[in-house]
Protein backbone atom coordinates (compact mmCIF):
# COMPACT_ATOMS: atom_id res chain seq x y z
CA UNK A 1 0.00 0.00 0.00
CA UNK A 2 2.83 2.36 0.80
CA UNK A 3 5.31 1.63 -1.60
CA UNK A 4 5.27 2.10 -5.68
CA UNK A 5 4.56 -1.50 -7.66
CA UNK A 6 6.40 -4.14 -7.06
CA UNK A 7 9.40 -2.14 -5.70
CA UNK A 8 10.43 -3.41 -2.41
CA UNK A 9 13.77 -5.03 -1.77
CA UNK A 10 14.21 -6.98 1.17
CA UNK A 11 17.07 -6.96 3.02
CA UNK A 12 18.17 -10.00 5.69
CA UNK A 13 15.28 -12.05 5.21
CA UNK A 14 16.90 -15.19 6.32
CA UNK A 15 17.91 -13.25 9.71
CA UNK A 16 16.46 -14.83 13.04
CA UNK A 17 16.79 -14.74 16.69
CA UNK A 18 20.45 -14.88 18.20
CA UNK A 19 18.70 -17.83 20.41
CA UNK A 20 20.16 -15.99 23.64
CA UNK A 21 18.06 -15.07 26.36
CA UNK A 22 14.78 -17.81 28.41
CA UNK A 23 12.61 -19.80 26.79
CA UNK A 24 13.18 -18.41 23.48
CA UNK A 25 15.04 -21.64 21.72
CA UNK A 26 12.66 -21.96 18.78
CA UNK A 27 13.40 -20.20 15.98
CA UNK A 28 12.03 -16.58 15.40
CA UNK A 29 11.13 -15.59 11.37
CA UNK A 30 12.95 -12.70 10.58
CA UNK A 31 13.14 -12.13 14.22
CA UNK A 32 9.70 -10.04 13.83
CA UNK A 33 11.18 -6.95 11.58
CA UNK A 34 11.31 -7.16 8.06
CA UNK A 35 13.53 -4.26 6.31
CA UNK A 36 14.84 -3.55 2.72
CA UNK A 37 14.41 -0.41 0.56
CA UNK A 38 12.02 0.47 -2.06
CA UNK A 39 10.36 3.57 -4.22
CA UNK A 40 7.55 6.29 -3.54
CA UNK A 41 6.54 8.13 -6.63
CA UNK A 42 10.44 6.61 -7.63
CA UNK A 43 12.25 8.28 -4.95
CA UNK A 44 14.35 5.58 -3.27
CA UNK A 45 13.44 5.01 0.74
CA UNK A 46 14.67 2.82 3.13
CA UNK A 47 11.96 1.00 5.54
CA UNK A 48 11.30 -1.37 7.65
CA UNK A 49 8.08 -3.03 9.66
CA UNK A 50 7.68 -4.80 12.83
CA UNK A 51 5.70 -7.82 12.61
CA UNK A 52 3.17 -8.20 15.91
CA UNK A 53 2.21 -11.60 15.12
CA UNK A 54 6.11 -12.94 15.69
CA UNK A 55 7.06 -12.44 19.66
CA UNK A 56 4.74 -9.32 19.46
CA UNK A 57 7.01 -7.40 17.43
CA UNK A 58 9.52 -7.10 20.23
CA UNK A 59 13.22 -5.59 19.38
CA UNK A 60 15.66 -8.70 20.45
CA UNK A 61 18.89 -8.07 19.44
CA UNK A 62 19.17 -8.78 15.71
CA UNK A 63 15.84 -6.96 15.02
CA UNK A 64 17.35 -3.90 16.53
CA UNK A 65 20.33 -4.96 14.49
CA UNK A 66 18.42 -5.07 11.35
CA UNK A 67 16.96 -1.77 11.83
CA UNK A 68 20.79 -0.27 12.69
CA UNK A 69 21.80 -1.68 9.71
CA UNK A 70 18.94 -0.29 7.48
CA UNK A 71 19.26 3.14 8.85
CA UNK A 72 23.22 2.95 8.16
CA UNK A 73 22.22 2.37 4.81
CA UNK A 74 19.73 5.30 4.47
CA UNK A 75 22.48 7.58 5.90
CA UNK A 76 25.34 6.76 3.38
CA UNK A 77 22.69 7.05 0.12
CA UNK A 78 20.97 10.42 2.08
CA UNK A 79 17.52 8.49 1.77
CA UNK A 80 14.69 8.58 3.57
CA UNK A 81 13.29 6.29 6.26
CA UNK A 82 10.30 4.91 7.44
CA UNK A 83 9.56 2.43 9.78
CA UNK A 84 6.15 0.76 10.77
CA UNK A 85 5.98 0.43 14.40
CA UNK A 86 4.07 -2.51 15.89
CA UNK A 87 5.51 -3.38 18.83
CA UNK A 88 5.91 -4.02 22.79
CA UNK A 89 9.09 -2.92 22.93
CA UNK A 90 12.39 -4.50 24.34
CA UNK A 91 12.15 -8.72 24.16
CA UNK A 92 12.46 -8.93 27.82
CA UNK A 93 13.49 -12.66 27.06
CA UNK A 94 16.85 -11.34 26.17
CA UNK A 95 17.09 -8.86 28.96
CA UNK A 96 20.23 -6.28 28.60
CA UNK A 97 20.85 -7.39 24.92
CA UNK A 98 17.55 -6.27 23.60
CA UNK A 99 18.04 -3.12 25.98
CA UNK A 100 21.43 -2.68 24.02
CA UNK A 101 20.48 -3.04 20.54
CA UNK A 102 17.34 -0.27 21.42
CA UNK A 103 19.86 2.08 22.54
CA UNK A 104 22.09 1.96 19.53
CA UNK A 105 18.62 2.50 17.15
CA UNK A 106 17.63 5.67 19.56
CA UNK A 107 21.93 6.23 18.97
CA UNK A 108 21.16 5.94 15.48
CA UNK A 109 17.86 7.98 15.19
CA UNK A 110 20.04 10.92 16.29
CA UNK A 111 22.61 10.48 13.92
CA UNK A 112 20.68 10.60 11.32
CA UNK A 113 18.39 13.63 12.61
CA UNK A 114 18.58 16.79 10.67
CA UNK A 115 20.34 15.11 7.80
CA UNK A 116 17.60 12.58 6.31
CA UNK A 117 13.78 12.41 7.14
CA UNK A 118 12.72 10.14 9.62
CA UNK A 119 9.09 8.95 9.57
CA UNK A 120 7.29 6.33 11.92
CA UNK A 121 3.96 5.12 11.15
CA UNK A 122 2.26 3.95 13.94
CA UNK A 123 -0.31 1.15 13.70
CA UNK A 124 -0.79 -1.13 16.05
CA UNK A 125 -0.11 -1.17 20.19
CA UNK A 126 3.83 0.43 21.06
CA UNK A 127 5.11 0.36 24.38
CA UNK A 128 8.40 1.47 25.68
CA UNK A 129 11.38 1.85 23.16
CA UNK A 130 8.90 0.91 20.23
CA UNK A 131 7.70 4.74 21.37
CA UNK A 132 11.39 6.66 21.97
CA UNK A 133 12.61 5.76 18.93
CA UNK A 134 9.40 7.41 16.86
CA UNK A 135 9.98 10.28 19.36
CA UNK A 136 13.47 10.68 17.93
CA UNK A 137 12.09 11.02 14.28
CA UNK A 138 10.90 13.66 12.13
CA UNK A 139 7.21 12.69 11.96
CA UNK A 140 4.63 10.49 13.55
CA UNK A 141 1.82 9.18 11.69
CA UNK A 142 -0.46 7.08 13.90
CA UNK A 143 -3.93 5.37 12.84
CA UNK A 144 -7.40 5.45 15.16
CA UNK A 145 -8.19 2.46 16.73
CA UNK A 146 -4.73 0.31 15.83
CA UNK A 147 -2.40 2.58 16.93
CA UNK A 148 -1.30 3.31 20.58
CA UNK A 149 1.49 4.79 22.09
CA UNK A 150 2.61 4.69 25.84
CA UNK A 151 6.21 4.41 27.55
CA UNK A 152 4.67 2.09 29.75
CA UNK A 153 1.70 -0.21 29.14
CA UNK A 154 -1.51 -0.32 31.57
CA UNK A 155 -0.61 -3.79 32.75
CA UNK A 156 2.79 -2.77 33.87
CA UNK A 157 1.91 0.09 35.25
CA UNK A 158 -1.08 -1.07 37.30
CA UNK A 159 1.68 -3.74 38.73
CA UNK A 160 3.98 -0.79 39.65
CA UNK A 161 1.60 1.61 40.79
CA UNK A 162 -0.92 -0.35 41.84
CA UNK A 163 -3.47 1.13 39.80
CA UNK A 164 -6.09 0.27 37.78
CA UNK A 165 -5.65 1.05 34.56
CA UNK A 166 -6.86 -0.27 30.77
CA UNK A 167 -4.72 0.13 27.71
CA UNK A 168 -7.82 1.97 26.51
CA UNK A 169 -7.15 5.07 29.76
CA UNK A 170 -4.26 6.35 27.62
CA UNK A 171 -2.44 6.25 24.88
CA UNK A 172 -4.87 5.98 21.83
CA UNK A 173 -4.17 7.92 18.56
CA UNK A 174 -6.46 10.80 19.79
CA UNK A 175 -4.99 11.46 22.87
CA UNK A 176 -1.38 10.62 21.19
CA UNK A 177 -2.60 13.45 18.74
CA UNK A 178 -3.97 16.26 20.93
CA UNK A 179 -3.19 15.78 24.59
CA UNK A 180 0.42 14.40 24.41
CA UNK A 181 1.29 16.18 20.95
CA UNK A 182 3.37 13.24 20.11
CA UNK A 183 1.87 12.33 17.01
CA UNK A 184 1.97 15.13 14.09
CA UNK A 185 -0.94 13.12 11.59
CA UNK A 186 -3.93 11.02 12.52
CA UNK A 187 -6.09 8.66 10.48
CA UNK A 188 -9.04 6.93 10.39
CA UNK A 189 -7.95 4.05 8.75
CA UNK A 190 -4.37 2.59 7.08
CA UNK A 191 -5.07 3.66 3.41
CA UNK A 192 -5.37 7.06 4.40
CA UNK A 193 -2.45 7.33 6.27
CA UNK A 194 -0.35 5.42 3.52
CA UNK A 195 -1.42 7.89 0.81
CA UNK A 196 -0.62 10.59 2.67
CA UNK A 197 2.59 9.42 4.04
CA UNK A 198 3.45 8.97 0.03
CA UNK A 199 2.20 12.42 -0.96
CA UNK A 200 4.05 14.10 2.33
CA UNK A 201 7.74 12.34 1.39
CA UNK A 202 7.15 13.28 -2.55
CA UNK A 203 6.45 17.04 -1.31
CA UNK A 204 9.49 16.37 1.23
CA UNK A 205 12.05 15.65 -1.75
CA UNK A 206 10.56 17.48 -4.61
CA UNK A 207 13.28 19.96 -5.94
CA UNK A 208 11.11 23.76 -6.83
CA UNK A 209 11.32 24.13 -10.18
CA UNK A 210 12.36 27.20 -11.71
CA UNK A 211 9.45 27.50 -14.22
CA UNK A 212 7.03 28.55 -11.17
CA UNK A 213 4.80 25.51 -12.13
CA UNK A 214 2.25 26.26 -9.51
CA UNK A 215 -0.56 28.36 -9.35
CA UNK A 216 0.08 32.15 -10.13
CA UNK A 217 -0.61 34.44 -7.37
CA UNK A 218 -1.10 37.56 -9.40
CA UNK A 219 -4.32 36.03 -10.96
CA UNK A 220 -5.95 35.12 -8.10
CA UNK A 221 -8.34 37.34 -6.53
CA UNK A 222 -7.68 38.87 -3.03
CA UNK A 223 -10.72 37.65 -1.18
CA UNK A 224 -9.49 38.18 2.62
CA UNK A 225 -10.21 41.11 5.34
CA UNK A 226 -9.26 41.16 9.01
CA UNK A 227 -12.12 41.61 11.34
CA UNK A 228 -12.87 45.69 12.22
CA UNK A 229 -12.08 45.59 15.77
CA UNK A 230 -8.71 44.46 16.80
CA UNK A 231 -10.03 42.81 19.37
CA UNK A 232 -11.80 40.34 16.97
CA UNK A 233 -10.64 36.88 15.97
CA UNK A 234 -10.34 35.08 12.84
CA UNK A 235 -9.35 31.98 11.21
CA UNK A 236 -5.51 32.53 10.10
CA UNK A 237 -5.73 29.29 8.34
CA UNK A 238 -8.03 31.41 5.48
CA UNK A 239 -5.50 34.04 5.27
CA UNK A 240 -2.82 31.45 4.86
CA UNK A 241 -4.57 29.22 2.00
CA UNK A 242 -5.59 32.76 0.46
CA UNK A 243 -1.84 33.05 -0.03
CA UNK A 244 -0.20 29.99 -0.40
CA UNK A 245 -0.90 27.64 -3.99
CA UNK A 246 -4.76 25.89 -4.05
CA UNK A 247 -4.76 23.05 -1.75
CA UNK A 248 -0.82 22.75 -1.35
CA UNK A 249 -1.11 23.58 2.66
CA UNK A 250 -0.15 20.24 4.70
CA UNK A 251 -0.73 21.09 8.14
CA UNK A 252 1.63 19.85 10.97
CA UNK A 253 0.33 18.46 14.50
CA UNK A 254 -3.29 20.39 13.36
CA UNK A 255 -5.27 19.01 16.88
CA UNK A 256 -2.00 19.78 19.06
CA UNK A 257 -1.93 23.61 20.42
CA UNK A 258 -4.03 25.05 18.13
CA UNK A 259 -3.69 28.24 19.14
CA UNK A 260 -0.41 28.17 16.87
CA UNK A 261 -0.39 26.33 13.16
CA UNK A 262 2.01 25.50 11.27
CA UNK A 263 2.19 23.45 7.91
CA UNK A 264 4.29 23.32 4.59
CA UNK A 265 2.74 25.13 1.37
CA UNK A 266 3.75 26.36 -2.28
CA UNK A 267 3.58 29.70 -3.11
CA UNK A 268 3.72 29.89 -7.35
CA UNK A 269 5.38 25.94 -7.00
CA UNK A 270 7.92 26.91 -4.47
CA UNK A 271 8.27 25.74 -1.09
CA UNK A 272 7.79 26.81 2.12
CA UNK A 273 7.25 26.02 6.57
CA UNK A 274 4.30 28.34 7.28
CA UNK A 275 4.35 29.42 11.05
CA UNK A 276 1.50 31.26 12.33
CA UNK A 277 -0.61 32.80 15.43
CA UNK A 278 -4.28 31.44 15.23
CA UNK A 279 -5.77 34.11 16.90
CA UNK A 280 -9.09 31.69 16.17
CA UNK A 281 -7.86 29.93 19.82
CA UNK A 282 -6.83 31.85 22.90
CA UNK A 283 -6.23 35.27 20.57
CA UNK A 284 -2.88 33.23 19.15
CA UNK A 285 -1.22 33.62 22.66
CA UNK A 286 2.18 31.88 22.86
CA UNK A 287 1.93 29.02 25.58
CA UNK A 288 4.42 25.95 26.74
CA UNK A 289 2.91 23.97 24.45
CA UNK A 290 2.97 26.24 21.15
CA UNK A 291 6.43 26.84 22.20
CA UNK A 292 7.25 23.18 21.43
CA UNK A 293 5.20 23.12 18.54
CA UNK A 294 6.62 26.25 16.84
CA UNK A 295 10.51 25.24 17.78
CA UNK A 296 10.47 21.26 16.75
CA UNK A 297 9.20 23.04 13.22
CA UNK A 298 11.83 25.70 12.72
CA UNK A 299 14.53 23.02 13.24
CA UNK A 300 12.97 20.73 11.06
CA UNK A 301 12.67 23.35 8.48
CA UNK A 302 16.26 24.78 9.11
CA UNK A 303 17.70 21.04 8.90
CA UNK A 304 16.03 20.26 5.70
CA UNK A 305 16.63 23.77 3.74
CA UNK A 306 12.80 24.32 3.77
CA UNK A 307 12.20 28.71 3.79
CA UNK A 308 10.37 29.50 7.22
CA UNK A 309 7.56 31.67 6.89
CA UNK A 310 5.84 33.28 10.01
CA UNK A 311 2.39 35.00 10.52
CA UNK A 312 2.64 37.19 13.44
CA UNK A 313 -0.78 38.65 15.01
CA UNK A 314 -0.17 37.94 18.73
CA UNK A 315 -1.30 39.77 21.74
CA UNK A 316 2.05 38.22 23.83
CA UNK A 317 3.11 35.12 25.94
CA UNK A 318 0.31 33.72 28.24
CA UNK A 319 0.63 34.95 31.90
CA UNK A 320 0.07 33.36 34.96
CA UNK A 321 0.51 31.03 37.27
CA UNK A 322 -0.52 27.98 35.34
CA UNK A 323 2.32 28.53 32.22
CA UNK A 324 4.64 29.90 34.97
CA UNK A 325 4.49 26.07 36.91
CA UNK A 326 4.70 24.26 33.34
CA UNK A 327 8.01 25.99 32.73
CA UNK A 328 6.69 28.61 30.14
CA UNK A 329 10.09 30.34 30.63
CA UNK A 330 11.82 26.66 29.93
CA UNK A 331 9.74 26.36 26.83
CA UNK A 332 8.81 29.91 25.62
CA UNK A 333 13.27 29.61 25.43
CA UNK A 334 13.11 26.67 22.69
CA UNK A 335 11.49 29.41 19.81
CA UNK A 336 13.87 31.96 20.65
CA UNK A 337 16.31 29.16 20.35
CA UNK A 338 14.59 27.52 17.42
CA UNK A 339 14.83 31.01 15.66
CA UNK A 340 18.26 32.35 16.18
CA UNK A 341 20.10 29.29 15.71
CA UNK A 342 18.67 28.26 12.31
CA UNK A 343 20.86 29.60 8.69
CA UNK A 344 17.64 29.05 6.20
CA UNK A 345 15.68 31.78 5.03
CA UNK A 346 13.05 33.44 7.50
CA UNK A 347 10.51 35.97 6.00
CA UNK A 348 8.10 37.24 8.73
CA UNK A 349 4.64 39.23 7.86
CA UNK A 350 3.48 41.15 11.05
CA UNK A 351 -0.16 40.63 10.43
CA UNK A 352 -1.77 42.75 13.18
CA UNK A 353 -0.63 42.66 16.80
CA UNK A 354 3.32 41.84 17.69
CA UNK A 355 3.82 42.26 21.52
CA UNK A 356 6.63 42.17 23.85
CA UNK A 357 8.61 38.74 24.23
CA UNK A 358 6.41 37.14 22.08
CA UNK A 359 6.78 39.79 19.12
CA UNK A 360 10.61 39.05 19.51
CA UNK A 361 10.04 35.49 19.93
CA UNK A 362 8.19 35.11 16.67
CA UNK A 363 10.88 35.49 14.28
CA UNK A 364 11.80 38.78 14.85
CA UNK A 365 14.51 40.71 12.97
CA UNK A 366 16.27 41.03 16.47
CA UNK A 367 16.66 37.33 15.97
CA UNK A 368 18.11 37.46 12.54
CA UNK A 369 14.35 36.49 10.39
CA UNK A 370 16.17 38.30 6.76
CA UNK A 371 12.83 40.13 5.97
CA UNK A 372 10.50 41.44 8.26
CA UNK A 373 7.05 43.18 6.64
CA UNK A 374 4.15 44.20 8.17
CA UNK A 375 0.50 45.14 7.18
CA UNK A 376 -0.82 48.58 7.17
CA UNK A 377 -2.21 49.54 10.77
CA UNK A 378 -0.20 46.66 12.27
CA UNK A 379 0.79 46.86 15.96
CA UNK A 380 4.42 46.56 17.15
CA UNK A 381 5.48 47.45 20.63
CA UNK A 382 6.27 46.33 24.25
CA UNK A 383 2.82 46.23 25.24
CA UNK A 384 -0.91 47.23 24.53
CA UNK A 385 -1.50 50.96 25.04
CA UNK A 386 -3.44 50.61 28.16
CA UNK A 387 -1.63 48.33 30.16
CA UNK A 388 1.52 50.37 29.22
CA UNK A 389 -0.30 53.37 30.32
CA UNK A 390 -1.17 52.07 33.71
CA UNK A 391 2.33 51.01 34.52
CA UNK A 392 3.87 54.05 33.11
CA UNK A 393 1.62 56.74 34.56
CA UNK A 394 0.52 54.87 37.59
CA UNK A 395 1.17 57.51 40.42
CA UNK A 396 -0.29 60.41 38.25
CA UNK A 397 -3.61 58.27 37.00
CA UNK A 398 -3.79 57.08 40.81
CA UNK A 399 -3.99 60.48 42.39
CA UNK A 400 -7.09 61.71 40.01
CA UNK A 401 -10.63 61.06 40.04
CA UNK A 402 -13.75 61.15 37.75
CA UNK A 403 -13.64 62.54 34.63
CA UNK A 404 -9.97 63.93 34.95
CA UNK A 405 -8.47 60.60 35.56
CA UNK A 406 -10.33 58.85 32.44
CA UNK A 407 -9.32 62.00 30.40
CA UNK A 408 -5.47 61.65 31.40
CA UNK A 409 -5.82 57.70 30.73
CA UNK A 410 -7.04 58.82 27.14
CA UNK A 411 -4.60 61.35 26.35
CA UNK A 412 -1.77 58.77 27.08
CA UNK A 413 -3.13 56.07 25.42
CA UNK A 414 -3.33 57.95 22.34
CA UNK A 415 0.45 59.37 23.03
CA UNK A 416 1.63 55.73 23.41
CA UNK A 417 -0.19 54.52 20.22
CA UNK A 418 1.21 57.39 18.12
CA UNK A 419 4.71 56.64 19.43
CA UNK A 420 5.26 53.65 19.99
CA UNK A 421 2.88 51.50 18.65
CA UNK A 422 2.30 52.42 15.18
CA UNK A 423 4.28 50.29 12.68
CA UNK A 424 5.95 52.94 11.18
CA UNK A 425 8.04 53.90 13.76
CA UNK A 426 9.27 50.08 13.38
CA UNK A 427 9.74 50.37 9.78
CA UNK A 428 11.82 53.91 10.38
CA UNK A 429 13.73 51.73 12.84
CA UNK A 430 14.74 48.78 10.14
CA UNK A 431 13.03 46.42 12.27
CA UNK A 432 10.20 45.86 9.34
CA UNK A 433 11.94 46.21 6.31
CA UNK A 434 8.70 47.22 4.41
CA UNK A 435 4.76 48.01 5.73
CA UNK A 436 2.44 46.32 2.59
CA UNK A 437 -0.96 45.97 1.91
CA UNK A 438 -2.75 42.57 2.42
CA UNK A 439 -3.19 41.89 -1.08
CA UNK A 440 1.26 42.31 -1.77
CA UNK A 441 2.00 39.37 0.60
CA UNK A 442 2.21 36.67 -1.72
CA UNK A 443 4.29 38.79 -4.30
CA UNK A 444 6.58 40.18 -1.36
CA UNK A 445 7.17 36.28 -0.24
CA UNK A 446 7.67 34.82 -3.13
CA UNK A 447 10.05 37.65 -3.95
CA UNK A 448 12.17 36.72 -1.15
CA UNK A 449 12.16 32.76 -1.80
CA UNK A 450 12.85 33.20 -5.22
CA UNK A 451 16.02 35.86 -5.19
CA UNK A 452 17.84 33.30 -3.11
CA UNK A 453 20.75 31.11 -4.61
CA UNK A 454 18.73 31.37 -8.28
CA UNK A 455 15.62 30.12 -7.22
CA UNK A 456 15.48 26.65 -5.91
CA UNK A 457 15.18 25.03 -2.97
CA UNK A 458 17.34 21.81 -3.25
CA UNK A 459 16.33 19.45 -0.85
CA UNK A 460 19.02 17.79 0.34
CA UNK A 461 21.52 21.00 -0.43
CA UNK A 462 23.05 21.45 3.30
CA UNK A 463 23.27 17.95 3.74
CA UNK A 464 27.00 17.18 4.47
CA UNK A 465 28.59 13.37 4.02
CA UNK A 466 26.41 12.16 6.90
CA UNK A 467 28.87 9.68 7.97
C1 LIG B 1 8.31 -10.03 25.19
C2 LIG B 1 6.16 -9.40 24.74
C3 LIG B 1 6.43 -8.08 25.13
C4 LIG B 1 7.77 -7.77 25.56
C5 LIG B 1 4.40 -8.19 24.49
N1 LIG B 1 4.89 -9.41 24.36
N2 LIG B 1 5.31 -7.33 24.97
N3 LIG B 1 7.10 -10.36 24.77
N4 LIG B 1 8.66 -8.77 25.56
N5 LIG B 1 8.13 -6.53 25.90
C6 LIG B 1 4.22 -10.59 23.84
C7 LIG B 1 3.12 -11.13 24.76
O1 LIG B 1 3.68 -11.96 25.74
C8 LIG B 1 2.24 -11.88 23.78
O2 LIG B 1 2.82 -13.12 23.50
C9 LIG B 1 2.33 -11.03 22.52
O3 LIG B 1 3.53 -10.26 22.65
C10 LIG B 1 1.18 -10.09 22.36
O4 LIG B 1 1.03 -9.34 23.56
P1 LIG B 1 -0.37 -9.13 24.30
O5 LIG B 1 -0.08 -8.56 25.61
O6 LIG B 1 -1.14 -10.40 24.24
O7 LIG B 1 -1.06 -8.08 23.31
P2 LIG B 1 -1.92 -6.78 23.67
O8 LIG B 1 -2.98 -7.14 24.65
O9 LIG B 1 -2.32 -6.22 22.36
O10 LIG B 1 -0.94 -5.79 24.42
C11 LIG B 1 0.20 -5.30 23.74
C12 LIG B 1 1.09 -4.50 24.72
C13 LIG B 1 1.39 -5.36 25.97
C14 LIG B 1 0.32 -3.26 25.13
C15 LIG B 1 2.32 -4.09 23.95
O11 LIG B 1 1.84 -6.64 25.56
C16 LIG B 1 2.40 -4.74 26.87
O12 LIG B 1 2.09 -3.83 27.66
N6 LIG B 1 3.67 -5.23 26.79
C17 LIG B 1 4.72 -4.73 27.63
C18 LIG B 1 5.14 -3.40 27.12
C19 LIG B 1 6.28 -2.76 27.86
O13 LIG B 1 6.19 -2.41 29.03
N7 LIG B 1 7.43 -2.65 27.16
C20 LIG B 1 8.55 -2.00 27.68
C21 LIG B 1 9.74 -2.87 27.48
S1 LIG B 1 11.18 -1.96 28.00
P3 LIG B 1 1.97 -14.41 23.13
O14 LIG B 1 2.99 -15.50 23.07
O15 LIG B 1 0.97 -14.55 24.20
O16 LIG B 1 1.34 -14.10 21.78
C22 LIG B 1 11.77 -1.16 26.65
C23 LIG B 1 13.13 -0.54 26.81
C24 LIG B 1 13.28 0.76 26.15
O17 LIG B 1 11.18 -1.14 25.61
C25 LIG B 1 12.70 1.81 26.97
C26 LIG B 1 13.11 3.15 26.50
C27 LIG B 1 12.57 4.21 27.34
Not at 242 to 250: H, K, L, R, S
Not at 293 to 321: L, Q, Y
Not at 382 to 389: D, H, K, L, N, R
Not at 421 to 435: M, P, Q
Request: net charge negative; proline share 3%; glycine share 10%.
Amino acid sequence: MLLDENSFLEIGNRIENTGKGISLKQKVPYDGVITGYGYINGEKIFIYAQDFTVLGGTLGENHGKKIVNLMKLALKECKPVIGILDSGGARIQEGVCSLFQYGQVFKYNVKASGKIPQISIIVGSCAGGAVYSPALTDFIFIVDKIGKMFLTGAEVTNKTLGTNYSNATYGNSEFISKKAGVAHFRYENEEKCYLDVRRFVSFLSSKNTEDNSGEDFRLKKWDFNLPGSPRQVYDIKLLINQIVDQETFIEVKKEFAMNVVTGFALINGTKMGIIANQPFVSAGILDCDASDKIAEFVRFCDSFNIPVVTFVDTPGFMPGETEESKGIIRHGAKIVFAYSESTVLKITIIIRKAYGGAYIAMGSKGLGTDYVFAWENAEVAVMGAEEAVSILYKNEIDSLNGEDREELIRDKVSEYQRCLVDVENAAKEGIVDAVIKPKETAEYIYKCLVQRDGGGTDFFKHTLNPM
